[in-house]
């Protein structure tokens, strides 16, 4: 019997995440957590003095090149995989792209705390936060890349090009699966050809 209790009130508060993740307070809130997470870590970072100014420089630069790999993986291999709840919701979002699904505010900055932690106990602090802090910049800068996609309608060429590039994977789920870069898309494969081209 209380097995059956613990399944029925974990089922209610997953049921009560998933609601409130599709709200517009949880998609804005997050944004406001991520970017002040972000200002932090960079601010400590900085502060701790444990790097030349050139290694810090190249660990944001490495950061936000990482996050755009980590960007893809997550698309491709999680909302488009396994993890059924996860797919769940993406798939919502591929069936309304205007509404505000995404994950819950508190659990992007959850993993970067743990994240944070893990690179503490393998690199200088300083480096570790900067680290961190460029990862949770990448995903803000995904997060408001993938809102403007699809909440804008842009009259430059190159820009329209830009958004396409994300359209078509809302047609073709098996393709595109980078917002802020095609890079991985094309290194591994899953860049959308049309029939035109191939030929």
């Known amino acids: 019997m209380r097995e059956h209790t613990l399944k ?42 444990d790097l030349h100014p050139a290694a810090a420089w190249l660990t944001i630069v490495l950061g936000l090149f990482l996050f755009s790999f980590m960007e893809y993986c997550f698309h491709r291999w999680l909302l488009h995989g396994p993890v059924r709840l996860m797919e769940q919701g993406h798939m919502a979002h591929h069936k309304s792209p205007l509404d505000y699904d995404s994950l819950p505010f508190f659990l992007p900055a959850l993993i970067l ?42 009259r430059r060429p190159l820009a329209r090009k830009w958004a396409a590039y994300h359209h078509i994977h809302h047609y073709h ?6 917002v802020t870069t095609p ?16 030929i």
Request: glycine share 12%.
């Open 8 to 49: 029925g009130f974990s089922g209610v508060m997953t049921d009560a995440v998933v609601r409130m993740s599709r709200t517009r307070a949880n998609y804005w809130v997050e944004f406001v957590i991520d970017i002040a997470l972000g200002i932090l870590f960079v601010i400590e970072g900085l502060r701790r003095h």
């Open 173 to 178: 789920p098996d393709r595109n699966f980078g």
């Open 183 to 198: 890079l991985w898309d094309i290194v591994l494969g899953t860049r959308y050809i049309s029939c035109q081209k191939r």
């Open 113 to 154: 705390l743990g994240l944070t932690a893990g690179f503490v106990l393998v690199m200088p602090a300083g480096q570790a936060f900067l680290l961190a802090g460029a990862l949770l910049f990448g995903y803000v800068i995904y997060g408001l890349n993938h809102f403007i996609i699809h909440h804008a309608r842009f």
